[in-house]
């Protein structure tokens, strides 16, 4: 039991904490600011898919790292637009619009790279982001890549712009009462499509993390499933930057530390340590839903003229 608390005291969980939470903080972020503006973005497994495989094949083909960052965060930017046609547009169905989406990147993505690795043997790989040093930061668990550093700042920025700024006011207005914001002379679809494919880019920028940070290849189905997480971790923020990138801490906290408890109980089946951290996560965001109150225009096709 000593050195299962110890694990907590080392550097490298607490690195690792930073790494797995970075690429939830992206979705989380992403989502959110779609969720403001009244989207629903169940796009977003499949954006991370695409956006980690953009990145990868742009730093693949000689661009740097940054260039192969806004590559991915294009191309998630193109897939926001995608689904606004249909869910602002076209006032569709936003969940099937999402999934639709979500089936079309990945299986994209699966396409393409199947196509530009055509060799059997193990991808080709890419020099990812090393550790970045800050000169005045000594913490061993600070040494995180410079992503990281980005995720937390971009947390900061949106705070900031949602609630400090007249644009953030009025990406709240038009997720809460887009009629009112009509009222106001504000272009609600305007808006919300600046709110998706801003937020969709975002979203790219966590699977462009996985390709040019953690690992330096791709893989198929490497996203595994954040995206839904990051989902889950925006209503736990209840709607909320802040709030939000704790419960990526919490969540990231919980799978680093049971991945060490592995090695320290090998007799305990390992599959019960692989879950243990979404059913903490579930127990933690049950009293938070509760109290959360999203958007009142959430996942409501806006038509102009309508009451």
Not at 17 to 30: K, N, Q, S, W
Not at 99 to 121: H, K, R
Not at 128 to 149: C, D, E, G, N, R
């Amino acid at each position: 039991m000593t050195d299962s608390l110890h694990i907590l005291l080392t550097a490298s969980i607490w690195a690792a904490v930073l790494r797995i939470a970075t690429p939830l903080i992206f979705g989380m972020l992403g989502e959110l600011l779609c969720e403001r503006a009244g989207i629903v973005n169940l796009g977003i497994e499949g954006i991370m898919t695409v956006g980690a495989l953009s990145a990868w094949l742009a730093a693949h083909a000689g661009l740097g790292l940054w260039t192969a960052w806004l590559v991915a965060a294009l191309v998630g930017a193109l897939f926001g637009a995608f689904h606004g046609l249909f869910s602002i547009s076209l006032a569709q169905s936003q969940h099937v619009t999402g999934l639709g989406v979500t089936l079309l990147a990945s299986g994209l993505a699966s396409f393409v790279y199947s196509v530009s690795v055509t060799s059997a043997g193990s991808p080709p790989t890419i020099t990812p982001f090393s550790p970045l040093l800050l000169p005045f930061i000594h913490a061993p668990f600070l040494q995180a890549t410079a992503p990281t550093y980005l995720a937390f700042a971009l947390a900061a920025l949106l705070a900031y712009v949602l609630w400090r700024t007249p644009l953030g006011l009025a990406i709240r207005l038009v997720g809460e009462h887009p009629q009112a914001a009509h009222a106001q002379g504000l272009s609600v679809v305007a808006i919300r499509y600046g709110a998706l494919c801003t937020g969709s880019a975002i979203m790219a920028l966590g699977g462009a993390f996985l390709t040019t940070a953690v690992f330096n290849s791709f893989v198929i189905n490497m996203v595994q499933g954040r995206g839904w997480m990051a989902l889950a971790l925006v209503v736990f923020g209840a709607w909320r930057p802040g709030l939000g990138l704790l419960g990526a801490l919490l969540y990231a906290t919980f799978d680093a530390y049971q991945l060490r408890l592995q090695t320290q109980f090998p007799n305990i089946p390992y599959q019960l340590f692989l879950a243990a951290p979404y059913l903490l996560a579930i127990v933690a965001m049950i009293p938070m839903a509760r109290r959360a109150i999203g958007p009142q225009a959430l996942m409501k096709a806006y038509v102009k003229g309508d009451r």
